[in-house]
């Protein structure tokens, strides 16, 4: 595990439309499914010590700034496991997310010093698509094993 968030956004999953005609009929339109396009993942934390997302954000932030500076296509993209646990602990449901990238990086918000907040870390990834992990299943349901009367 890498990071724990607080708050995740929607998975979103669009297919393009693609508005062709026939050549002998001008008058009526049709429309085919085109690309599948995927909606940007967002993810927000509590600030911590771990340097792993800044790290990751900065390749982006520098690609192509200086010449040398290309970042290597085995480091800039990666395929993630978000993986989401219920109160109790264990995993109930898995995704995993293709070919992500760092978009957005926020190391920390505006800062008040008299505020009643915590200081949260925000990071949007762009992807080329995401799927359900099936193996996962429904956890079992605690039972009460010592019941006193």
Known sequence: ???GFAKVSSF????????HRDGDDPSTGHRSPGRNEYGAITLERGVTYDPGFAQWAGQVQSFGENPGSEVSLANFRKDLFLDFMNEAGPEVISYKVYRSWVSEYKALPGLVANANAVAIQHIKLENEGWERDVSVTEPAEPGLSNVSK
Not at 12 to 19: F, L, Y
């Open 1 to 3: 595990m890498v990071a």
């Open 12 to 19: 979103d999953k669009r297919k393009g439309i693609v508005s």
